[in-house]
């Protein structure tokens, strides 16, 4: 049964519009302006407190902006690679250090965030190809693939699969596992899940066609490493895919897990009951959010020892 906090919390987010003193939810469509889009979400996210247990280092791979977020008592030789969500057009290290800063307290690994390119300024391959730079950053510092997990959220989780069948395709060695919090797989967008569950999520409506059109731009929807749905998963190492049934991605996110699974991909498919995109970053709000974090952080833990 769903908690009456979750309830609560997940009813006010559905509202939010009300805080900006707007009658109506948002609706994204040709007048969405991508720069003050940015503009709010970087504005909420400095509210955000970091552990006094994380401490974070900047520095630069390439032209890529990236920080390490270290927890004390970080395992050694151990490492996370985590991919920001945020919907391809938005998101960075300063709007998801807080949420990797409880990934990396709760399973003790050093992690690296990074600011990979944004639609539709670049459209794909921009951020795979930086999520492959990002990789080969920690492959370069002398961590071993076996050392390393990737994992993300939204955008980030669908890029988090997109790499996965990029270091295939260029036989570069693979990481020991990876997470994926509610990934659209399929860029189409075409799955029932976006209608039946439009009013349930979180996303703002339009939003899927909206962003995903500005990320794709003119290239073919069926590329893998555009729409992960479509890639072979042979080879791939363990795959955790997290999702919640009033998602618009929940079908996505069953399709994928099926098709990593066909191809002998060892899977961990969890469907959370009424939850909404992305939800473990609402950890310690609400219980199930709790819940599935610590889920999240077993598979973790377990992949790194």
């Known amino acids: ?17 009300l805080f900006r003193f707007k009658l109506k939810p948002e609706v994204v469509d040709e007048t969405f302006s991508v720069k003050d889009f940015r503009d709010r979400i970087e504005r909420g996210s400095a509210r955000r407190k970091l552990p006094d247990n994380i401490r974070i280092e900047p520095f630069k791979t390439g032209e890529l902006y990236a920080e390490w977020i270290i927890p004390e008592n970080a395992l050694k030789g151990k490492v996370l690679l985590y991919i920001h969500g945020g919907g391809f057009i938005s998101g960075s290290c300063a709007t998801h250090r807080a949420h990797v800063a409880k990934f990396a307290a ?14 539709p300024e670049h459209p794909f391959p921009a951020a795979v190809d930086d ?41 570069i060695s693979l990481p020991k596992a990876a997470f994926s919090i509610s990934p659209v797989t399929d860029l189409s967008c075409k799955a029932a899940s976006f209608e039946t569950n439009a009013k ?14 500005m990320y794709i731009a003119d290239n073919d929807i069926s590329n893998p490493l555009l729409s992960p749905l479509f890639g072979d998963y042979s080879g791939l190492p363990p795959i955790y895919i997290c999702v919640g049934t009033h998602e618009i991605h929940y079908d996505d996110c069953r ?14 498919l969890k469907e959370w009951p009424r939850m909404i995109h992305a939800f ?26």
Not at 1 to 17: A, E, F, P, T
Not at 255 to 268: C, D, L, M, S
Not at 280 to 299: G, H, N, T
Request: aromatic residues 8%; glycine residues 6%.
């Open 1 to 17: 049964m769903q908690s009456i906090r979750s309830k609560l919390i997940i009813g006010l987010v559905k509202r939010r519009h």
């Open 106 to 119: 709760a399973s003790q690994l050093k992690s690296l965030l990074f600011d990979y390119r944004l639609a």
């Open 131 to 171: 999520c492959v730079v990002a990789y080969r950053c920690l492959l370069e510092k002398g961590y071993k693939p076996e050392n390393i997990l990737v994992g993300g959220e939204s955008a980030g989780a669908t890029l988090t699969l997109s790499l996965l069948l990029a270091l295939k395709q260029q036989n």
């Open 200 to 213: 349930n999520d979180v996303a703002p409506m339009g939003s899927w066609t909206v962003w995903t059109r």
């Open 255 to 268: 399709n994928v897990a099926e098709v990593a699974r066909r191809h002998g991909v060892e899977v961990t």
């Open 280 to 305: 473990p970053l609402f950890s310690p709000l609400f219980p199930e959010a709790v819940k599935a974090m610590d889920d999240i952080i077993r598979f973790i833990r377990l992949q790194a020892s």
